[in-house]
């Protein structure tokens, strides 16, 4: 099993892409391959774990073999609560442990590497403006979203009421093309403020200006391309998106 222990990240900075691409990875499968996690993880199995890998992927299997273990494990038998408990709550269960195994591993990191106070404070605050999966899988990180765009009467939301009231489909069209511009061209100061709060509906994270993103027609919310496996090429001849929760997989969509 692939441990991620081949490069071993030294300084803040490493640790920290770690730590992103981990919870990348683990909030795909809580998400968008929220069908697959089901099936794998079968409670007439033994122990189960999930775990995440720096290059963005997760895998569910059976804990380290070696005592003890190069880096810490996630929570053991998550395959035992999952017929024992509703969905939602077991996602929501398995969110919260998933967190709980990022900070472990990462601080594993800092200790092992010695990380002096400074600089745990430092990995700490970069992986606290983050989302934490678990408001990811529950919503959370979407209704804190929608508040402040509230409180700051955000700019993107009045040209997303003003669409709405005119041609949704081609508006959001416009959207999607006009995101691939930006990609491919590079985002303006501008654009980065107006959209700055806007929050990715499949992993949470805020708007950037590297990135290709596109809005769903249904429930106008934003998703990192990637994210939904849309390319710019392929947004050029999507008139009417919808995102894996609308176009009706069930599995495949964040928890309200």
Not at 66 to 72: N, R
Not at 116 to 123: G, M, N, V, Y
Not at 130 to 150: C, N, R, W
Request: charged share 30%; hydrophobic share 30%; aromatic share 10%.
């Amino acid at each position: 099993m692939d441990t991620g222990g081949e490069f071993q990240p030294r300084t803040v900075e490493e640790v920290f892409t770690d730590f992103k691409g981990r919870r990348t990875a683990l909030i795909k499968a809580l998400t968008t391959d929220v069908e697959d996690l089901f099936q794998q993880c079968d409670p007439d199995k033994e122990n189960l774990c999930l775990y995440g890998f720096p290059s963005e992927h997760w895998e569910v299997n059976l804990p380290a073999e070696e005592v003890p273990p190069e880096l810490p494990e996630p929570a053991l038998g998550i395959n035992f609560a999952r017929d024992g408990m509703p969905e939602k709550d077991w996602l929501a269960l398995v969110a919260v442990h998933s967190d709980a195994w990022l900070l472990s591993v990462a601080f594993y990191f800092g200790a092992r590497f010695g990380f002096d106070k400074s600089d745990r404070k430092r990995l700490f605050t970069m992986i606290n403006d983050l989302p934490t999966i678990s408001e990811v899988v529950t919503g959370m990180a979407k209704k804190q979203g929608k508040e402040k765009s509230s409180v700051s009467n955000h700019s993107s939301n009045k040209a997303k009421s003003n669409s709405k009231k005119g041609s949704e489909s081609q508006a959001k069209y416009s959207k999607a093309m006009q995101s691939k511009v930006e990609y491919e061209n590079g985002f303006e100061e501008e654009d980065e403020e107006e959209h700055g709060e806007t929050q990715c509906g499949a992993c949470g994270e805020n708007y950037t200006t590297d990135q290709f993103w596109i809005c769903c027609d249904d429930c106008e919310r934003w998703f990192h391309g990637k994210c939904v496996k849309i390319t710019p090429a392929r947004a050029e001849h999507i008139k009417h998106y919808k995102c894996p929760s609308c176009s009706g997989n069930k599995r495949a969509r964040p928890l309200q």
